[in-house]
């Protein structure tokens, strides 16, 4: 978990939040088309699924990246002032980040492969070696 530094604006605190409210929800309405637009796509539902699954593993992520922050704050107004932040105390966990790396990049090479429309064989070679590598990149960082 991070440590967070004392003197956030809340301009700087507000932007963030908006930024992660804005993302929650594009990669969740993007996680519902493409899984909507399954039955209209013929020849690559496989990976039209997996990036479903890539937008819903995002979503989840940026939800709790979003709980982590706004815990991690306290915006006051004195007498509709000028708003304060102060630090809550509560760590912020940037932690989710790589987890969600750590799953999609994976998942986002084995859709690149499955596009192409290689043969089986070479399909499941090139999953297995890439899904393999990506994992052991994002973990090494």
């Not at 899984?35 to 819903?56: C, D, E, H, M, S």
């Not at 509709?80 to 799953?103: A, E, H």
Request: hydrophobic residues 45%.
């Amino acid at each position: 978990m991070a440590p967070l530094p004392d003197g956030f604006s809340y301009a700087e605190v507000n932007a963030t939040y908006n930024g992660l409210s804005f993302g929650i929800a594009a990669m969740g309405s993007a996680t519902i088309f493409f899984w909507l637009q399954l039955p209209n796509v013929k020849g690559y539902r496989t990976a039209i699924t997996i990036t479903g699954f890539v937008t819903l593993i995002a979503t989840y992520h940026c939800i709790r990246i979003f709980d982590s922050w706004s815990e991690a704050f306290t915006v006051s107004s004195k007498d509709g002032g000028d708003y304060t932040v102060q630090l809550t105390g509560s760590p912020f966990n940037d932690g989710y980040r790589y987890v969600d790396w750590l799953l999609t990049v994976p998942l986002l090479l084995i859709e690149l492969i499955l596009v192409m429309k290689l043969p089986q064989a070479e399909t499941v070679s090139l999953s297995t070696k890439l899904g393999l590598a990506s994992t052991l990149m994002v973990a090494l960082g």
